[in-house]
Structure formats: C-alpha cells, structure tokens
C-alpha cells in the first residue's frame, strides 16, 4: 500500500475547502491508496477486516473516488472492506482525460481481485453507482469471482429510455467511427448545478479541476454500443438496483421496466424521497439500504 498521491494543482486551498465541504477528512485518514500494477489505475481502500467481504466501487460519471469518502467510509464500518476504483483518465489514474473503453474497466476490476486476493477472503461484490453501475454489471458478467452486483440506478444500453437517447446514442455511434478524439461537453446536456442543489460542497464539486465535463466521443460510444448478457443469459451473482423514487436523471419506472427486460432476476429496491445524487446527498439512507443488502448477499 502506499499513502495519498500528491495533489498536483496548484491550487491546493481549493482542494483542501472541497474536502472539508464533503466533510470527506476523517475518512480520507482511513483510507489505504494503491496502484494497480502496470495499470496505473489508482485504488483506495477501506479496510474493515481481511476476512471480511470486499465491495468494489465503481463512481459515476465524470467523478473519482476520493469524492464518494464518506459514503465508502460509513459502508466499510457496516462489515466490509470497499475498494473504489478511479476509472482510467478520471481523478488519480493515468490516462488521456475521459478516455477509456468498457473492456478497459473490466479489465481493471478483475486486475483489483487478483492484486488483492491475497490478503482479503472473504469474497467479493460490485456496487455501482450512475454510469459505474453499467460498468460494475459488464465486469460482473465476465468476472466469475464476483458474488453480489449492486447497480444504484442502472442505464442499459439494450433499453433507451426514450427516443431521445436512442437517437443520441445512435448519433454517437456513428460519429465515433469517424471522429473519436471528438470531445463532448456533458454541461450541454446535464444540468449538474442543479443535480447539486442544496448541498453546500455543490459549487466546489462543480469547479474541480479532476472533474470530467468533456468526453471524446470513443468513451461514449463504447458505454452505450456495449450489450448487456444479463438481457438473455442468468449468471450466478446476485443482482440488484437501487433508486431514488425522485431521480431527476431516470424515472423509477425506468428500472422497473429494466428488470422485466432481462431475463437475469434483479431485486429493485426504492429509497424514498431520494434523487440521483444520493451518494451525497442521502448518504446514510444509501448506506443502510447497500448494507443490508450486501450482508444478505454476500454473508
């Protein structure tokens, strides 16, 4: 294990504010970063016992898992050891910003169980959350190793919500072909002030300099062209989503609609009066109901 790596902006106050917005200190002091062996994939842990059961967390969009302190902390001190995971070109991990593929991070998830495989035994689960959840279930499917998935709230690339997101992945699609380095700006579509509101670390997350607003179209494109097993094949992990019933980013009824679509058993559970941002702004809820859960699923 090595200690943080060096925060490297000049701006070190700003860091520094942002950390105590998120109130993220206490449990950063917990925490046991590491590299993945010629991966450069930064990881942190939070070690609860080597017998314990270990969830690996896979953040959001945009985000790394520095941000998700609190919630990993809180999570660990409920029986596991949780081990978040910068996705490639996101927070610490090396990389072109925003630039990966989805074979990439299953490649990385499975690379996180060997390298830890020898000091943790008490087997392993996923928790995903916002796109991470699509990430966790695709890593799911083809890492054996891997006993519970938990999705909070899970897009299927098999199943657009609406015409606007087929047409849009549609567009990204075809477009990666020709343009990959092309570079989105997700502000143009994603509200992220106002995902935010109300919590008061909100405008610092939004002026993080780690943060990824623009994404080349060939990480887009790989996240909604992947196809999903879980549709027609039953794997033997078990499944689960959970939603905010006030998601402002997809509806309730939208993963509703995704476990009647695969054939894959999923438990859904409901988090009352939660939106999408759950992991800061709901913590504890988020905590208990992953908790219980994960101790039913993983023993």
Same mark, same amino acid.
């Given at each position: 294990?090595?200690?943080?790596?060096?925060?490297?902006?000049?701006?070190?106050?700003?860091?520094?504010?942002?950390?105590? $917005?998120?109130?993220?200190?206490?449990?950063?002091? %917990? %925490?046991?970063?590491?590299?993945?062996?010629?991966?450069?994939?930064?990881?942190?842990?939070?070690?609860?016992?080597?017998?314990?059961?270990?969830?690996?967390?896979?953040? !959001?969009?945009?985000? /790394?898992?520095?941000? /998700?302190?609190?919630?990993?902390?809180?999570?660990? +001190?409920?029986?596991?050891?949780?081990?978040?995971?910068?996705? @490639?070109?996101?927070? /610490?991990?090396?990389?072109?910003?925003?630039? /990966?593929?989805?074979?990439?991070?299953?490649?990385?998830?499975?690379?996180?169980?060997? $390298?830890?495989?020898?000091?943790?035994? !008490?087997?392993?689960?996923?928790?995903?959350?916002?796109?991470g959840a699509l990430l966790a279930l695709r890593a799911a499917e083809q890492e054996p190793r891997i006993d519970?998935?938990?999705?909070?709230?899970?897009?299927?690339?098999?199943?657009?919500?609406?015409?606007?997101?087929?047409?849009?992945? $549609?567009?990204?699609?075809?477009?990666? &072909?020709?343009? @990959?380095?092309?570079?989105?700006?997700?502000?143009?579509?994603?509200? &992220?002030?106002?995902?935010?509101?109300?919590? @008061?670390?909100?405008?610092?997350?939004?002026? *993080?300099? =780690?943060?990824? &607003? *623009?994404y080349p179209l060939s990480t887009l494109s790989s996240l909604f062209s992947t196809r999903c097993g879980v549709v +027609?094949? %039953?794997?033997?992990?078990?499944?689960?989503?959970?939603?905010?019933?006030?998601?402002?980013?997809? @509806?309730?009824?939208?993963?509703?609609?995704?476990?009647?679509?695969? %054939?894959?058993?999923?438990?859904?559970?409901?988090?009352?009066?939660?939106?999408?941002?759950?992991?800061? =702004?709901?913590?504890?809820?988020?905590?208990?109901?992953?908790? *219980?859960? &994960?101790? $039913?699923?993983?023993?």
């Amino acid at each position: 294990m090595t200690t943080p790596p060096p925060f490297d902006n000049p701006d070190v106050v700003r860091r520094q504010q942002l950390r105590a $917005q998120l109130g993220l200190e206490p449990w950063l002091q %917990r %925490r046991e970063c590491f590299e993945l062996s010629g991966l450069g994939i930064h990881c942190e842990l939070y070690l609860h016992h080597p017998e314990a059961p270990t969830i690996l967390f896979l953040p !959001g969009i945009g985000t /790394y898992v520095e941000l /998700y302190g609190e919630l990993l902390g809180k999570l660990s +001190r409920r029986g596991f050891n949780l081990v978040g995971i910068d996705l @490639p070109g996101h927070g /610490y991990s090396a990389g072109p910003r925003g630039e /990966y593929s989805v074979k990439q991070v299953c490649q990385a998830v499975s690379a996180t169980i060997d $390298q830890l495989a020898e000091e943790l035994h !008490g087997g392993f689960g996923l928790f995903g959350f916002s796109i991470g959840a699509l990430l966790a279930l695709r890593a799911a499917e083809q890492e054996p190793r891997i006993d519970a998935l938990l999705c909070g709230t899970l897009l299927l690339p098999d199943l657009p919500p609406d015409l606007v997101h087929l047409a849009g992945w $549609q567009w990204t699609w075809g477009s990666a &072909f020709f343009f @990959p380095w092309l570079q989105v700006p997700l502000r143009s579509f994603v509200d &992220f002030d106002l995902l935010l509101a109300g919590h @008061p670390a909100g405008a610092a997350i939004n002026s *993080d300099p =780690l943060i990824v &607003f *623009d994404y080349p179209l060939s990480t887009l494109s790989s996240l909604f062209s992947t196809r999903c097993g879980v549709v +027609r094949n %039953r794997y033997p992990f078990k499944a689960a989503i959970l939603h905010g019933d006030r998601d402002e980013v997809l @509806p309730l009824s939208y993963s509703e609609r995704v476990i009647d679509h695969c %054939r894959h058993p999923f438990e859904l559970r409901v988090m009352p009066r939660t939106g999408h941002m759950a992991p800061w =702004l709901c913590t504890d809820l988020m905590v208990e109901q992953a908790a *219980d859960w &994960f101790a $039913q699923s993983l023993g």
